[in-house]
């Protein structure tokens, strides 16, 4: 209990700035993604604020950190990515697992955090890491594994192949010759 009201008075009310390098993208993404990088006036995080979570596009082989000074940094252990909503776990050392919750909005993204497994389903409760700039939010198409998935008009559901021949190359060559779109 003490380290949760410990969270909660470090973040309370205190304002962020996250400035992110700009990002490139590849025509079909491998996987989910949520990566940034900015100052916080967060106490405990030193002016320093940084995102780098990636996994598989369904969650999958979640990898990065997450560091926030000493307020909370850790390893990500779980991703969960629907649209521009991102849900993770970060293993801290000061709290155990904190639940982060990132929405990508045209108008300005939020930033929240509370004490908790925060994925694959999201806390009850979290607290705000007011902040300004800009988060990115990749959400990761799902692409065939089998030649099976491609047949009898199974390659249009994916929305990225020409036609099922594309399709059952891309499957056939383990991804590497992506589909042109």
Do not use: H
Request: proline share 8%; charged share 10%; aromatic share 6%.
């Amino acid at each position: 209990m003490f380290g949760r009201a410990l969270f909660i008075l470090a973040v309370a009310g205190v304002g962020a700035a996250i400035v992110l390098p700009g990002v490139s993208s590849a025509q079909v993404p491998a996987g989910d993604s949520v990566i940034g990088s900015g100052t916080s006036s967060i106490p405990g995080c030193n002016g320093s604020v940084q995102v780098d979570a990636r996994s598989g596009p369904n969650g999958e082989n979640p990898t990065g950190q997450v560091d926030c000074g000493t307020l909370f940094s850790g390893p990500v252990t779980c991703l969960n990515v629907n649209g521009n909503v991102a849900l993770l776990t970060v293993q801290s050392s000061t709290f155990g697992p904190v639940g982060v919750r990132i929405t990508d909005l045209p108008t300005g993204d939020t930033l929240e955090g509370f004490p908790g497994p925060g994925c694959p389903a999201p806390l009850s409760f979290y607290t705000e890491l007011q902040f300004s700039g800009d988060l990115v939010v990749v959400d990761g198409r799902a692409l065939p594994t089998s030649k099976e998935e491609c047949k009898k008009g199974g390659w249009q559901t994916f929305g990225v192949f020409k036609n099922q021949g594309e399709c059952v190359t891309f499957v056939a060559t383990g991804g590497k010759n992506p589909p042109a779109g």
